[in-house]
């Protein structure tokens, strides 16, 4: 059965899409693994780091994305396939990727979320569709070793889809004030979350996303996650630290040619701060 | 100021080689100067001078460059312009070296892939490509 891990944070721009990328992209060529990436976010950003914009467009317009799930659920249509909307070898790599699939997101989820929102009990999640994603994947999840769920940065109905298939959860962050704040309203909600449902959710760790390391903010910020693991009640801090960089930056470009993933995030530095990141992940997963 | 150790200060001075003795000698003399001379002693705290402007650089030993080829044309106006088969005809005109400046000029292969490929139509098909990606990139995301 797969591992599935939901990458999330209430934030924008932590980090979350680079991450699941970068996890995605190593877990399948460095390690061999079968990955299925869902995107969740209505931004659709890890979708269209995977396939074309066109291919996705086309999808998209024929009911192949995750809009038509959470539509069905309002229309109480049953159109969603997720057989059918899984894209297959994705990624620029080599043309594609053997056993990196993607389930696509949708911009059209933005028209809707209010709407999945009204219908959603969020004290007991006994009602709305909370267990959608859950009930469309079935037995498809167990095609995959690992999948990686690339959260919206909010802990609504969407992102609680995502939790509700997930043995554990990845909180990036920018080691800035900002940033650190959202870290217990995390911890709190999944927490309740899983109590609610009765689920074992894992608080797997917190990985610090573009690091600057010149910055004094951003080395004492980092410092203080080491040490708040100890204490106070957050989870740890991943030893691993994804840089900022442009190689990073210039990795969301599905069109570039590509060959290697040394190639793809470039040798000096952040190739082997996500490989890195990638075993620490996999040796946290197996805990 | 803080004044120079003599060697005679010390036991230590009684063991100093002639080229020791000719340091040490040296740096009191230099010491002296500064002691006699607050100017250059401001100049001596206040560190080294800026860098000077590369036209006053010529004394520096010229390093090795290669040639750098300019690229002959902007492949995204050609695009715009003449459309898909119009920039074809354009690169088809164009050696190798021009093709490979395009590349480079225009960041248009971060992960060099190109770099030992030395067929000119497999550049061109590079070029066509990715100048297209980047000139509709976004078009998907219109009127959604």
Same mark, same amino acid.
């Given at each position: 059965?797969? *591992?599935?891990?939901?990458?999330?944070?209430?934030?924008?721009?932590?980090?979350?899409?680079?991450?699941?990328?970068?996890?995605?992209?190593?877990?399948?060529?460095?390690?061999?693994?079968?990955?299925?990436?869902?995107?969740?976010?209505?931004?659709?950003?890890?979708?269209?780091?995977?396939?074309?914009?066109?291919?996705?467009?086309?999808?998209?317009?024929?009911?192949?994305?995750?809009?038509?799930?959470?539509?069905?659920?309002?229309?109480?249509?049953?159109?969603?396939?997720?057989?059918?909307? /899984?894209?297959?070898?994705?990624?620029?790599?080599?043309?594609?990727?053997?056993?990196?699939?993607?389930?696509?997101? #949708?911009?059209?989820?933005?028209?809707?979320?209010?709407?999945?929102?009204?219908?959603?009990?969020?004290?007991? *999640?006994?009602?709305?569709? /909370?267990?959608?994603?859950?009930?469309?994947?079935?037995?498809?999840?167990?095609?995959?070793?690992?999948?990686?769920?690339?959260?919206?940065?909010?802990?609504?109905?969407? !992102?609680?889809?995502?939790?509700?298939?997930?043995?554990? *959860?990845?909180?990036?962050?920018?080691?800035?004030?900002?940033?650190?704040?959202?870290?217990?309203?995390?911890? @709190?909600?999944?927490?309740?979350?899983?109590?609610?449902?009765?689920?074992? +959710?894992?608080?797997?760790? +917190?990985?610090?996303?573009?690091?600057?390391?010149?910055?004094?903010?951003?080395?004492?910020?980092?410092?203080?996650?080491?040490?708040?693991?100890?204490?106070?009640?957050?989870? /740890?801090?991943?030893?691993?630290?994804?840089?900022?960089?442009?190689?990073?930056?210039?990795?969301?470009?599905?069109?570039?040619?590509?060959?290697?993933?040394?190639?793809?995030?470039?040798?000096?530095?952040?190739?082997?701060?996500? #490989?890195?990141?990638?075993?620490?992940?996999?040796?946290?997963?197996?805990? | 100021?803080?004044?120079?150790?003599?060697? !005679?200060?010390?036991?230590?001075?009684?063991?100093?080689?002639?080229?020791?003795?000719?340091?040490?000698?040296?740096?009191?003399?230099?010491?002296?100067?500064?002691?006699? @001379?607050?100017?250059?002693?401001?100049?001596?705290?206040?560190?080294?001078?800026?860098?000077?402007?590369?036209?006053?650089?010529?004394?520096? =030993?010229?390093?090795?460059?290669?040639?750098?080829? =300019?690229?002959?044309?902007?492949?995204?106006?050609?695009?715009?312009?003449?459309?898909?088969?119009?920039?074809?005809?354009?690169?088809? #005109?164009? @050696?190798?070296?021009?093709?490979?400046? +395009?590349?480079?000029?225009?960041?248009?292969?971060?992960?060099?892939?190109?770099?030992?490929?030395?067929?000119?139509?497999?550049?061109?098909?590079?070029?066509?490509?990715?100048?297209?990606?980047?000139?509709?990139?976004?078009? =998907?995301?219109?009127?959604?």
């Amino acid at each position: 059965m797969a *591992y599935v891990t939901s990458i999330i944070n209430l934030k924008g721009g932590v980090g979350k899409t680079t991450i699941t990328l970068a996890l995605a992209h190593f877990l399948a060529l460095e390690h061999g693994k079968r990955v299925l990436v869902i995107d969740l976010d209505p931004q659709t950003n890890a979708t269209v780091c995977l396939i074309p914009e066109m291919e996705w467009k086309k999808r998209d317009e024929t009911g192949r994305t995750l809009y038509q799930l959470f539509w069905d659920q309002l229309k109480g249509t049953r159109v969603f396939s997720a057989e059918d909307a /899984i894209v297959r070898r994705v990624s620029n790599v080599c043309g594609g990727i053997d056993g990196l699939d993607v389930l696509p997101s #949708s911009l059209q989820l933005i028209k809707i979320q209010e709407r999945i929102t009204q219908i959603t009990d969020f004290e007991s *999640y006994r009602h709305g569709p /909370i267990f959608s994603l859950r009930d469309a994947l079935g037995s498809l999840l167990k095609r995959y070793d690992h999948v990686l769920v690339d959260c919206p940065p909010s802990l609504g109905v969407v !992102t609680l889809n995502g939790l509700a298939i997930s043995n554990s *959860y990845l909180i990036p962050v920018i080691p800035d004030t900002l940033s650190m704040l959202g870290i217990p309203p995390i911890l @709190d909600r999944v927490e309740h979350f899983a109590q609610c449902t009765r689920r074992n +959710i894992r608080a797997m760790g +917190i990985v610090v996303s573009k690091m600057r390391a010149q910055t004094i903010l951003h080395n004492d910020t980092v410092r203080r996650l080491r040490e708040d693991f100890y204490e106070r009640r957050f989870p /740890i801090c991943f030893d691993s630290i994804v840089p900022e960089s442009t190689h990073i930056a210039e990795a969301a470009d599905v069109m570039t040619r590509v060959n290697t993933l040394q190639q793809k995030y470039g040798n000096d530095g952040p190739y082997d701060e996500l #490989s890195a990141l990638t075993r620490e992940f996999l040796s946290h997963a197996a805990r | 100021m803080p004044r120079v150790k003599r060697p !005679t200060d010390s036991t230590e001075g009684e063991s100093l080689t002639n080229e020791t003795q000719a340091l040490v000698e040296t740096l009191r003399a230099v010491a002296s100067q500064i002691e006699a @001379d607050p100017a250059l002693a401001a100049r001596l705290m206040a560190g080294p001078a800026p860098k000077a402007e590369s036209g006053e650089t010529a004394q520096e =030993a010229p390093r090795p460059t290669r040639e750098v080829v =300019a690229p002959p044309l902007d492949p995204f106006a050609v695009l715009r312009q003449a459309g898909e088969q119009g920039l074809q005809e354009a690169l088809a #005109s164009l @050696d190798l070296a021009s093709l490979k400046a +395009i590349v480079r000029a225009y960041r248009l292969d971060p992960a060099r892939i190109s770099a030992r490929w030395t067929a000119p139509e497999r550049i061109i098909e590079l070029i066509v490509e990715q100048v297209t990606a980047r000139l509709n990139h976004g078009r =998907a995301f219109e009127r959604v």
